[in-house]
């Protein structure tokens, strides 16, 4: 979803260091762009914070996006910064209310690139339903960026039904991927490579807010842990939750899902799905009693056509994850020892 409104009258071009200067410049363009794109009621204080009331239990997260390119299909940094960190406390079992917004401008960044950041970043709070409540804005020389980061910083209150915990996970729960995987990764990296495919890979960033708390309706603290395998991907992500809930893991391959396009992208590039980035995925660890009628939910979400039961906690072989193959041998599946994907997030 991108929103269509065009570029305020601004008295430069690009991004320069009175931009970030504090003075005439920064109001501008503060005022013209940030301001009057995102108005709220807190967020038109411009105070350095913001005041809100919030009940019950609360959940906070940060991060920063470095992505590169800052576009690619299906989405660019801007959006991504937003359902990132929505998606983080959604994986908390927290609604995102409030977010803040900080952004790093690269001295000679187009005006016409940041005003599309900060329309798709208008967009994703209001698909995701949050706000921008504060930020920051600074300015670095040219050549001492890559024309912008972002970082993003949310608030949310967690469901009343939630109890997400790597201390709750026992053995027989079963493990549920919500979709297919690398869509955001191969997207990167192919715009990257200047790769062309028959067909359009687009990055899967979404928010996951909505879905999430809607399984947390029905099946509440049943729903034992719950992580979006974003950097270093699912293998990542399975030998974190192995570790930190001293199981083992047993998976198999067939049923997990990664679409044609993007599995003959990675065979092309050297890559393997499971260690490749997503942004619109996550991996849930629910009771085994409730796996069956979960997974039958989450096919129903217009996202979740593809998810499935990919495997199980056991007590056999703690803090490893095998595999079953497709031609039906077992290996242990170790967590990424470095950088597959620079700068996918």
């Known amino acids: 979803m991108t929103l269509s409104c065009p570029l305020p009258k601004l008295d430069f071009d690009t991004i320069n260091l009175g931009h970030g200067s504090g003075g005439t410049l920064t109001s501008q363009l503060l005022d013209a762009g ?47 910064a937003i359902n990132g960190t929505v998606n983080d406390l959604a994986m908390c079992g927290a609604a995102a209310k409030y977010l803040t917004l900080g952004f790093v401008l690269e001295e000679g960044l187009k005006m016409t690139e940041f005003w599309e950041i900060l329309l798709s970043i208008k967009a994703a709070c209001e698909v995701a339903g949050v706000k921008i409540v504060t930020g920051d804005t600074k300015v670095v020389e040219r050549g001492k960026g890559d024309k912008i980061f972002i970082n993003t910083t949310g608030i949310g209150i967690v469901h009343t039904n939630a109890n997400i915990d790597a201390e709750n996970i026992k053995a027989g729960d079963k493990i549920i991927l919500s979709g297919p995987l690398a869509r955001h990764g191969i997207t990167v990296m192919s715009h990257r490579q200047g790769l062309q495919f028959e067909s359009t890979i687009s990055s899967d960033t979404r928010p996951l807010n909505q879905i999430v708390l809607s399984l947390l309706d029905e099946f509440g603290d049943k729903i034992h842990f719950l992580r979006d395998p974003t950097r270093g991907g699912l293998a990542t992500v399975l030998n974190e939750i192995a570790t930190g809930a001293k199981l083992g893991i047993d998976i198999a391959q067939k049923n997990m899902s990664v679409e044609e396009e993007v599995s003959g992208a990675c065979e092309m590039l050297g890559l393997d799905p499971m260690y490749v980035a997503n942004e619109g995925l996550f991996v849930a660890v629910v009771d085994c009693s409730v796996a069956d009628d979960l997974l039958k939910k989450l096919k129903q979400w217009e996202y979740g056509e593809m998810a499935s039961i990919i495997g199980e906690m056991t007590m056999d072989h703690p803090r490893q994850v095998i595999m079953k193959s497709l031609i039906g041998g077992r290996r242990v599946v170790n967590m990424l020892p470095g950088e597959q994907l620079p700068r996918i997030c």
């Open 34 to 80: 940030v301001f009057k794109l995102l108005e709220n009621d807190l967020l038109n204080k411009k105070h350095d914070g913001a005041i809100f009331n919030l009940n019950g239990k609360v959940a906070m997260s940060t991060d920063t996006y470095v992505v590169s390119p800052i576009f690619f299909e299906g989405g660019n940094i801007g959006d991504l």
